[in-house]
């Protein structure tokens, strides 16, 4: 099983233990040989997600939405983002070079299409700006792909 994730960043503290350990769950539901993880792998849910799956045993895949991705996300997320990545059974690339809101749904898009059902962190509201998890969310729903949405009962953002 091919599963793909999308989700909030910047969680506060309480929200992310928790989703951590949902996704944590998810991971260890699946038989560890057929479990491939889909993750454009910035800090929050995507990391989780590829973390987890990991350390269950299945392999991961991860979407790079553009080649200035790594730059854009937070200093203290790139050893974590550069183990994942060198982890990676295989990459995938957009092909753009400016890290914006297009190329991230760009990525997220290829992510989706590479994956038998999509696990979205998401609140249930809409994205904040586009490209956001609401906004990949509504691509899967269109495209068939089926979303598994997780999120802690009475969380907030």
Do not use: F, N
């Amino acid at each position: 099983m091919r599963i793909g994730i999308t989700g909030h960043r910047g969680l506060p503290d309480t929200v992310a233990d928790q989703v951590r350990r949902l996704l944590a769950e998810k991971a260890k539901s699946y038989i560890a040989a057929d479990l491939v993880a889909v993750s454009c792998i910035a800090d929050g849910p995507d990391a989780w997600w590829a973390q987890e799956a990991v350390a269950a045993g299945g392999r991961l895949e991860v979407v790079i939405p553009a080649d200035e991705y790594r730059e854009g996300l937070p200093a203290w997320h790139h050893p974590d983002y550069d183990t994942l990545l060198s982890q990676a059974t295989a990459v995938h690339r957009t092909g753009m070079t400016a890290s914006t809101s297009e190329a991230h749904q760009a990525g997220s898009e290829i992510l989706v299409d590479r994956c038998d059902e999509l696990v979205a962190v998401w609140d249930g509201h809409p994205a904040r700006g586009y490209g956001g998890t609401a906004d990949v969310v509504t691509y899967a729903r269109r495209t068939g792909t089926p979303v598994t949405v997780l999120w802690p009962e009475g969380a907030s953002r």
